[in-house]
């Protein structure tokens, strides 16, 4: 038996934008849209895909940080919710799963408490949760920091004191400090220099083997994932259009809009710089997203069938699933 620690059924989430004042003309968009996917325990899962398509909104739905607005999700054994069946877990057994749980931004300074000082911040976890108190909680909190390449004076220091890594050194110890079997970490080093980014990545894959944690992991960088996530699913404005294996989607990338992202990693050698898919850039139409294929327009390969129906996403050879009608 494969051992599932996260199963996401078909969840969708839409926004209601307000487009006219009064709020009389209404824009419905739909976020995330109809995505599945499950993640093994001990996986680091990848969520990869450009700014706006719904990769934070995907993390905060499956952790109830935000309503779905269909499909379902479970973790462990236990339903989170499942809106088709009007089924919801508790407020306060989500409260209790919150500690196996956890998330870790993408702005750490934005996210730790600019008044309090850094062992508070971290013990303040580690009493909720573990329930444990007083100088205990502050010395396990201190460990944390250690582990995780800070001083340990850095307990007594404000968030505004420390540099963009160390910040997000101090979020990562704040997330593991409570000792929880699944993290999302959401864009954890978008907002660092690349060579920080690089340490960041090193202490994770170090505390996801010290610790055997599960991960899923958002980027919009595919240079990043590819050090440190064992699958990958690419997401295109509210879909998954492939997901396969890293070495998998790698070697053999099969949507135009993978492609399209490998050919934009960084490469150095000027030959293979010239070899790059050149996408038409146009911009869509709501209809055409309605309709078809969502990236149908910005695609080298499209054709008529592609504006009008939209793909399904379907296994193409094992492990290796796709949304696209080039493959049908
Ligand atoms: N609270 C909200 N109200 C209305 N629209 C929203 C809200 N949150 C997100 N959106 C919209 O939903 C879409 C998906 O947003 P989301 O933040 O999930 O994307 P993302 O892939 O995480 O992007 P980024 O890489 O920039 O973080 C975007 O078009 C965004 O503008
Ligand atoms: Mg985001």
Redesign the pocket.
Known sequence: MIDTILEVDRIRKK???EKSFLGREKIV?D??NDISFSIKKGECFALV????????????TILKL?DADGGKVIFEDKTLFDVENKKSISNKEMCRLRKDMQIIF?DPFASLDKRMKVGQIIAEGIKKHRLIHGKDAFNIAEEYLRICGMDKEAINRYPHEFSGGQRQRIGIARALAVQPKFVVA??PV?SLDVSIQAQIINLLNELKTRYLLTFLF?S?DLGVVKYFCDRIAV?YL?NIVELAEKKDLFDNPMHPYTKMLLESMPVSHPKLRKQRLSIKESEMTLKDRENGCKFCNRCLYAYERCKNEIPVFKEIEGDHFIACHLYD
């Open positions: 926004y209601v934008i968009l976020a995330v895909g450009e700014s706006g398509c719904g990769k934070s909104t995907t993390a905060r935000i993408q959401d864009e978008a958002i919009h997401m509210g």
